[in-house]
């Protein structure tokens, strides 16, 4: 069952799952501060997308939203922006209403009420979420290490460099920058800088927006962070 929509929220933002509306939680309060300016619904993944969005015309404070803002993972062989579109249509015909059907990524159009669609990582190529965490990593010292391993298991067959996901990829870049703070705790030392002796206990994706290391200024968020102002600007 959908949840109920606030009456003092205009802007909507829909999310592929729960790590992205933590990030999307953690990344509205650096851009706009505390209370983020959306409401944030997570629908699951996208095999539950239209259940999700098909009840959502139906609440009684649906119309009070100006701007919805759609956030899914691109995957491989693939066309995203078309799937969406094509829940919108459902939705509309369903519901006898008329959402607006964006004819281009990370535009938002509309009148009265206007939809916009991103397509994770970048709107440009394939992939998913974990794919932009990566990009904000790729010259880390740990990511090496993450990349040499990865090497090792092609190198023996266990994997592929095709079968490489990301979302394993950042697992495991997270595990070891886990290691790195227990180490920091146990024997009380300073690896670097970037860390702090309370990382030791972040076991989460999530956790890993708290650690000294992380950097919501990294360009690899710019057009995310553009989505999102254009998401809850003022203007029509």
Same mark, same amino acid.
């Given at each position: ?40 619904? $997570? ?5 539950? /997308? !239209? &259940?999700? *969005? =098909?009840?959502?015309?139906? #609440?009684?404070?649906?119309? %009070? ?56 990582? $970048? ?5 998913? /979420? !974990? &794919?932009? *965490? =990566?990009?904000?990593?790729? #010259?880390?010292?740990?990511? %090496? ?5 990865f090497e ?10 095709k079968e ?55 360009p690899a ?16």
């Open positions: 069952m959908t949840e109920s929509l606030p009456e003092d929220k205009q802007y909507l933002l829909l999310v592929e799952g729960n790590g992205e509306k933590e990030f999307f939680i953690r990344l509205g309060k650096e851009l706009f501060g505390e209370p983020i300016p959306y409401y944030i619904i $997570d629908y699951k993944g996208i095999r539950k /997308f !239209e &259940d999700t *969005l =098909l009840p959502l015309p139906l #609440d009684s404070n649906f119309w %009070r939203i100006k701007r919805i803002g759609i956030v899914r993972d691109a995957d491989f062989n693939t066309d995203a922006f078309a799937s969406i579109k094509s829940v919108l249509e459902t939705v509309n015909q369903e519901n006898d209403v008329q959402l607006p059907l964006p004819e281009d990524k990370n535009l938002f159009e509309g009148d009265n009420l206007q939809v916009g669609i991103f397509i994770m990582p $970048d709107n440009n190529r394939e992939g998913m /979420f !974990e &794919d932009l *965490l =990566l990009d904000t990593v790729r #010259d880390d010292d740990v990511m %090496r290490c993450v990349d040499a391993y090792c298991l092609e190198e023996k067959d266990v994997v592929s460099k490489r996901v990301p979302k394993v990829t950042f697992d495991v870049y997270m595990a070891g920058r886990q290691q790195e703070s227990l180490r920091v705790f146990v024997q009380g030392k300073k690896v670097d800088e970037n860390t702090s002796q309370k990382d030791w206990k972040r076991r989460y994706l999530s956790d890993m927006y708290g650690m000294k290391f992380w950097d919501w200024n990294h968020f710019d057009s995310i962070k553009a989505f999102l102002r254009a998401l809850v600007s003022e203007e029509a």
